[in-house]
């Protein structure tokens, strides 16, 4: 059979299900190969899966491995390892300042609007460091080295817990939960500071 045949017996509206399918292959594929080699972030090292997809991210902070999985990232690649498409993880200390406070600091990522107030944002959970600025010059004073040093038995208190509750958990022969002890040292620390009281949490 001639090929110019074939190709008038090939019906001429195709199924709608199979243009969407290909449309929607073909997206994915372009979206994947962008990602990859073509992102302002693709000179940074990281394996392919967090290159292309969030995926890879959202499992494992579901899982609880996100700092273990990170931290073998770095030892494979580097200081600075790519996590997911439009996220760097940067383990040197050198990063501090430019990332949090050279020139304001950068854009912070879309999840802090989690803990925006009836939909407002904080200090905390503004994104825009232009928008921080402003806010956080009459809380500055608080957060200078000496007024830290000043009330830091507030926060060694809450250390000493954190230490006293992880060696608790270490007697169960099971593995301790690292990450959630850590997030709970964060938020026990901020309270105490800020509020000055200490809720033995």
């Known amino acids: ?50 290159r292309v997809t969030s995926l890879w991210l959202y499992y494992h902070s579901y899982r609880g491995t996100e ?32 990332v949090y406070t050279g020139r304001g600091g950068f854009l912070k990522a879309r999840c802090y609007e989690n803990f925006d107030i009836d939909g407002h944002p904080s200090i905390f959970s503004a994104l825009d460091p232009a928008h921080r600025a402003s806010r956080a010059k009459p809380v500055v004073p608080m957060f200078a080295t000496s007024a830290i040093r000043a009330r830091s038995d507030i926060l060694y208190g809450c250390v000493d817990r954190m230490v006293a509750r992880m060696q608790a958990e270490s007697k169960s022969g099971k593995p301790v939960n690292i990450l959630n002890l850590s997030r709970s040292l964060a938020v026990d620390v901020v309270s105490a500071y800020l509020f000055g009281k200490d809720y033995g949490g």
């Open 1 to 50: 059979m001639a090929v110019s045949n074939l190709l008038d017996e090939l019906p001429l509206t195709t199924h709608p299900i199979s243009v969407f399918l290909a449309t929607a292959t073909l997206l994915l594929l372009t979206t994947y190969v962008y990602r990859a080699f073509f992102h302002p972030l693709s000179r940074i090292p990281g394996p392919l899966l967090p």
């Open 67 to 98: 700092c273990t999985a990170i931290h073998r990232l770095h030892q494979q690649y580097g200081s600075v390892v790519r996590v997911a498409p439009n996220e760097v993880d940067i383990s040197d200390g050198a990063g501090l300042a430019p």
